[in-house]
């Protein structure tokens, strides 16, 4: 698959077959998260990949609810997760990533984002959507989801945080594109106001 088809036709799926996915597919996946760019190179990101149906089944019970009509109702991503026979946990090393005071490199410039955690590992789950779309796989990008009990779940050690929950699988239909702003909404020319 060409590269810009595989950016403009990746769609997020929420529903799965329960066919099986391979290791090799999954390793792939997992490469193109690891080439993916990061502050200084400093590859901040860890990935757990989950087969195991318990186990997924307690993450899928750490996603918030949601309110539909006035009431709060399951996540409908708790069945995505428990439908797929693979889910991606992505984590992040912490205040590893981004410019700090006393950094050699700082030279007594802090950015004003903080730690760059979320930028590096979202950089690595884009190659891994991309990737996931190219091998006829879909995925969804999760983040509303109660962290520190997925950590829990997973033994995650101190100095590390959950970002994101990435469940993998046969897409069980065809995503739909939404609509997209133009060009002329979202970009200027050398100033804001051009």
Known sequence: MELF???????????????????????KILEAGRWAPSWANTQCWRFVVIRDPDIKARIGQSLMRIKRDDKLVDNPGTKAINDVPVLIVVCAEMNKSGCKPGDATSKDFVTDKGDWFMFDAALAVQNMV???????????????????????????????????????????????APPRKSLDEIAARDRWDS
């Open 130 to 176: 991309l990737a996931a779309h190219g091998l006829g796989l879909g995925t969804v990008i999760m983040g509303a989801f109660d962290a520190p009990m997925v950590e829990e779940i997973l033994g995650i050690p101190e100095g590390y945080r959950v970002v994101i929950l990435l469940p993998l699988g046969v897409p069980a239909r065809e995503g739909k």
């Open 5 to 27: 088809e595989a950016i403009n036709n990746r769609r997020s799926i929420r529903h799965y077959t329960t066919d099986p996915v391979d290791d090799d597919k999954v390793n």
